[in-house]
């Protein structure tokens, strides 16, 4: 059996410590360089989703949070009528949260939505982010369900191999519906 030599244990174990810190330090660095960037762009995508879900809206007011977190902002057009609102809410997914931003128009139609993030799996789940997806909602009002088959009236067609995702972007979108209704009193 062979003697430990306390070298033998040292420099190694200094080594890896001072590559360690060396590795951590460096990705703190980078974090706070980036950080500021990832913020910004982060509110920029929001903002150029806006537009897409609500076209009719030029503006944009405030942002007001509801107690579900729920978010919500009262789009307006060129001379300053509201037009409608545009609200944003996650539900859990295959891999995770999947966040949504949905508009509704005056007439408590869905004018748009756009999928801000997920992490559901590529080519299956991660196809919510397709407009032929995404268009399945347009026009729709009210409670929505899931159905594997049909995309009429209150059914929302389920991407193939996707109910999971399907089933979150529905619920958040029955989140976001049932806000709009406790916002507007169901008025049109």
């Given at each position: 059996m062979k003697k430990m030599?306390?070298?033998?244990?040292?420099?190694?174990?200094?080594?890896?410590?001072v590559i360690c810190l060396v590795a951590t330090s460096l990705l703190a660095f980078t974090n706070s360089v980036t950080m500021e960037k990832i913020a910004l762009n982060a509110v920029e995508t929001e903002k150029a989703s806006r537009m897409l879900v609500l076209p009719e809206g030029k503006e944009y007011g405030e942002v007001t949070t509801l107690d579900s977190g729920i978010t919500y902002c009262i789009g307006t057009n060129e001379a300053?009528?509201?037009?409608?609102?545009?609200?944003?809410?996650?539900?859990?997914?295959?891999?995770?949260?999947?966040?949504?931003?949905?508009g509704i128009g005056k007439d408590g139609a869905i004018t748009g939505l756009e999928i801000l993030s997920h992490a559901e799996t590529p080519g299956l789940g991660a196809n919510a982010v397709k407009p032929d997806f995404k268009d399945r909602f347009l026009g729709k009002s009210g409670e929505l369900t899931v159905d594997k088959n049909s995309n009429?009236?209150?059914?929302?067609?389920?991407?193939?191999?996707?109910?999971?995702?399907?089933k979150a972007v529905v619920s958040a979108v029955n989140e976001i519906t049932a806000a709009y209704e406790e916002i507007t009193g169901g008025a049109n």
């Open positions: 030599n306390l070298k033998e244990i040292l420099i190694p174990t200094i080594a890896l410590l300053g009528e509201d037009v409608g609102y545009v609200f944003t809410a996650g539900a859990k997914g295959y891999g995770g949260t999947v966040s949504v931003m949905v009429d009236g209150q059914n929302v067609q389920a991407i193939t191999a996707a109910t999971i995702t399907s």
